[in-house]
C-alpha cells in the first residue's frame, strides 16, 4: 500500500509540476477561448531582452495575494486543456535583504484537491527581472514585470528556451475591460494572438493545502 501511495503522489507531483510550467512546454498551434477575430501572424516578434521592465519595481509593493486571470501562451497543456484550467491564485513574498529570492506559492486544484506548490524567484542585477533555476541552466525561466499599479493588476513575462508567456494577475477576480485590452495589446506584440489567449475562473479558489498536497520546487 505505501508503494502504491508513493507511485500515485509521484504521478500527481509531476503533473503539477507540468500544470505550474504550462507556460514554459513547447508552442504549437491551438484555438482561441475569447471570441474575436483569430489576428494575423505577426513576424517582428520581440525576444524579452527588448522589453523594458516597469520602471522603479518595488517589489514590496508586489506582496500579498494575487489571482490568476489571463494567459497568452502557445503551451501544449493549455491548447489541449484550456478549458479544464481551474482557480489559480498566487502570494508573493518579497526579501527581507536586497539579494535574498522573492517566495511564490501558488495555490490551485487537481481533482477537486487543493495543492500548494513552492517556487523562489532569484533577483537579478536588472530591477524588475527575476529566474526561476532548474537543474539544468539551459531550462532557468526569465521572469520579468512588463506593468503593474500593486493595487488592481500585474503583468508578468515569462521566458524559457526562446518560449513566451504572458500572465495577468490581479488583486481581486475582477479587473476593468482596459486592463484586459492592455494585456490583450502587449501579448499581441509578442506574437501570441488572442487565438492564444486562456482566461481562466473566477471562482473556486484554494486558500490552503495540508502538508501531503505541498509541493516545495527548488
Not at 507540468?18 to 482561441?32: A, H, I, K, N
Request: glycine letters at 4%; proline letters at 6%; aromatic letters at 10%.
Amino acid at each position: 500500500m505505501n508503494m502504491c501511495a508513493g507511485i500515485v503522489r509521484a504521478c500527481v507531483y509531476l503533473f503539477l509540476v507540468l500544470l505550474l510550467g504550462f507556460s514554459l512546454w513547447e508552442p504549437v498551434d491551438g484555438r482561441r477561448t475569447r471570441y474575436k477575430p483569430k489576428p494575423k501572424p505577426k513576424p517582428d516578434k520581440k525576444p524579452i531582452e527588448e522589453i523594458a521592465p516597469a520602471q522603479n519595481v518595488d517589489i514590496n509593493q508586489m506582496n500579498g495575494q494575487w489571482y490568476l486571470l489571463s494567459v497568452a501562451s502557445r503551451c501544449k497543456y493549455l491548447l489541449e486543456r484550456g478549458h479544464k484550467v481551474e482557480g489559480t491564485i498566487i502570494t508573493l513574498t518579497a526579501p527581507d535583504l536586497p539579494k535574498a529570492p522573492i517566495h511564490v506559492s501558488t495555490f490551485t486544484k487537481l481533482n477537486y484537491q487543493c495543492w500548494e506548490i513552492k517556487q523562489q524567484y532569484e533577483t537579478t542585477k536588472s530591477l524588475g527581472r527575476f529566474l526561476l533555476r532548474a537543474k539544468m541552466p539551459v531550462k532557468n525561466t526569465e521572469i520579468l514585470i512588463v506593468e503593474t499599479d500593486y493595487n488592481s493588476y500585474a503583468i508578468l513575462l515569462y521566458k524559457k528556451m526562446n518560449n513566451l508567456t504572458l500572465k495577468l494577475y490581479g488583486r481581486s477576480p475582477e479587473i476593468a475591460e482596459d486592463i484586459v485590452d492592455k494585456f490583450e495589446d502587449i501579448a499581441k506584440k509578442q506574437n501570441l494572438g488572442l487565438d492564444v489567449v486562456f482566461q481562466f475562473p473566477n471562482y473556486g479558489f484554494c486558500q490552503s493545502a495540508d502538508s501531503e498536497h505541498t509541493l516545495v520546487m527548488t
